[in-house]
């Protein structure tokens, strides 16, 4: 996320130039020469005119918006879940993320069970340090199914999150004795399918992000640049 994060800063950056400096600069030439401006114009300057007079109130908003998000994520619980619960439902993103997730935790599953550590314990590990509040209560689930003495696999099949390859392999491994075989594999082909996704993705945001950006810069040129061709046409 590194590059559509600073090509994300780069576009506010020069947005806000544009809209702090250069709009107003020309502009106002147009209004001294009294050219008529366009809607597009009157929109972007009314939008650069309030940006300049109160950019302190956009940015204590802004700071109190990502100071509050910040801290009920950190502090409350239920928040932090449903954050977690919409990042997961998201489209395309979601798709990474839950498989990034499962198999962070069946490969660390996995090399839990391959040095003998028991179940139980190995679960309690993974609850702590899987880092997804969703994926946390089902592993929760599935520990306290275990200790009823029931199957591990029974709470993953209740629960969106784990798909059925991920859950009739871990059946399978819970018949068979090779359950960390089984987890292994998970992980790997999750792995794998993440890599290629984010390779993809990769490869499709880099586009989308300067089509984003050649898309706000020239709304704003348009705005500054239609008022010129009035004022020729004026002058002609």
């Known amino acids: 996320m590194s590059y559509p994060i600073v090509l994300v800063i780069l576009i506010i950056l ?6 702090l400096w250069l709009v107003p600069q020309f502009t106002a030439n147009f209004a001294s020469f009294g050219a008529e401006l366009p809607a597009i114009t009157l929109m972007v300057l009314g939008f650069s005119n309030a940006l300049k007079a109160y ?69 309690s590990i ?26 591990l696999a029974e709470p993953l099949k209740e629960s969106w999150v784990f798909p059925p390859l991920v859950t009739q392999m871990v059946s399978i491994g819970e018949q068979t004795g090779s359950l960390d075989y089984m987890l292994e594999k998970i992980a790997e082909f999750y792995e794998d399918d993440v890599d290629r996704t984010v390779d993809s993705l990769k490869a499709l945001i880099e586009p989308i992000m300067i089509i984003l950006l050649a898309g706000i810069v020239g709304f704003i040129m348009a705005a500054v640049l239609l008022p010129m061709y009035s004022l020729y046409e004026q002058v002609g």
């Open 55 to 123: 950019w302190w109130i956009f940015f204590l908003v802004g700071s109190a918006i990502i100071g509050a998000f910040l801290y009920l994520f950190q502090k409350n619980p239920k928040f932090n879940f449903y954050v977690h619960y919409i990042l997961l439902k998201m489209p395309i993103f979601g798709k990474v993320l839950q498989k990034s997730a499962i198999a962070r935790m069946t490969r660390t599953l996995a090399s839990l069970f391959s040095s003998s550590v028991p179940i139980l314990n190995a679960l």
């Open 126 to 151: 993974v609850e702590k340090i899987i880092g997804d509040p969703v994926i946390e209560e089902v592993v929760h689930k599935s520990r306290t199914s275990l200790e009823k003495g029931s199957s």
């Open 14 to 19: 020069v947005s806000a130039f544009m809209l």
